[in-house]
């Protein structure tokens, strides 16, 4: 089910409210399929009813947006019990009408998750035929990456190549010259022995995990590489990170 006990009461409860002919969509399904993605959890839940069952509910809670469209039945599986787009169509109505991050966050989520295969971006571009966004919703598709294995990393990748330092590289196994595995990096740059982590909260601010992490990054840097650290705070600072990994890229690695 979904992976915060919270967000499944309210869309447990949303859904009762709406009654059975509802169907989770784009974020709420998302959610439903385990598929992350930026600020996935925001408000309001969002689900679609069959225009002849919208006329008699009429819920007033701005924490459910209601849209009246028909599905097919070949769109919807049960989850736990709550109907939900498959992961077909939750990401495509995601690419369609979600801002660039959070479209490429959750496309790059569903594909490292293995919800959707790469063999299925041909027919996911199929669904965007003559649907609005359909244009936007390809590019989205072609700057998906399935090695991202988080929304922030996602994210991180994104404003890197906006901000024209792009990784030369994506979760690289680094080892030292006498064999021994040192870690792997988020993103790597070769040239400048430069790697970049994303840290996201969720597992990084646990003390087992700072200790582990504390130990890898100290290996890292004896053996001469250079280790970036961001976190949800800096990709949402215009400009940050793509300024500290310019300067660190400008740098002699060397020093």
């Given at each position: ?10 869309i447990r ?10 169907v ?14 930026w600020?996935?959890?925001d408000v ?5 009813v069959p ?12 924490r ?7 599905l ?14 498959d ?8 690419l ?27 027919k ?27 929304p ?29 595995f040192?870690g ?12 970049a982590?994303?840290d ?9 995990a ?29 400009g ?7 300067s660190?890229l ?6």
């Amino acid at each position: 089910m979904v992976e915060d006990l919270a967000d499944e009461i309210l869309i447990r409860a949303a859904h009762l409210a709406l009654g059975p002919h509802a169907v989770a969509v784009r974020k709420t399904a998302a959610l439903l399929h385990h598929i992350p993605g930026w600020r996935a959890t925001d408000v309001p839940l969002e689900f679609a009813v069959p225009p002849q069952a919208a006329a008699s509910k009429r819920i007033l809670d701005r924490r459910i947006r209601i849209h009246q469209w028909t599905l097919s039945l070949e769109q919807i599986e049960h989850i736990s019990g709550i109907p939900a787009t498959d992961p077909l169509r939750t990401v495509s109505d995601m690419l369609l009408t979600a801002r660039r991050l959070e479209a490429v966050a959750t496309l790059d989520a569903a594909l490292n998750r293995k919800i959707l295969a790469v063999e299925d971006l041909e027919k996911l571009m199929s669904t965007f035929y003559r649907r609005r966004g359909a244009v936007l919703a390809r590019a989205f598709v072609a700057e998906a990456d399935p090695r991202a294995e988080s929304p922030l990393e996602s994210i991180g990748r994104l404003c890197l190549v906006d901000g024209g330092v792009p990784p030369d590289d994506l979760q690289v196994d680094i080892f030292a010259d006498d064999g021994r595995f040192l870690g792997r990096a988020d993103m790597f740059w070769r040239q400048s022995r430069l790697i970049a982590e994303a840290d996201g909260a969720a597992f990084h601010d646990r003390p087992e995990a700072l200790f582990r992490d504390r130990h890898r990054q100290n290996g890292l840097v004896r053996a001469g590489y250079r280790v970036v650290r961001f976190t949800w705070d800096d990709v949402t600072r215009p400009g940050y990170l793509t300024a500290l990994v310019r300067s660190m890229l400008n740098q002699d690695p060397r020093r």
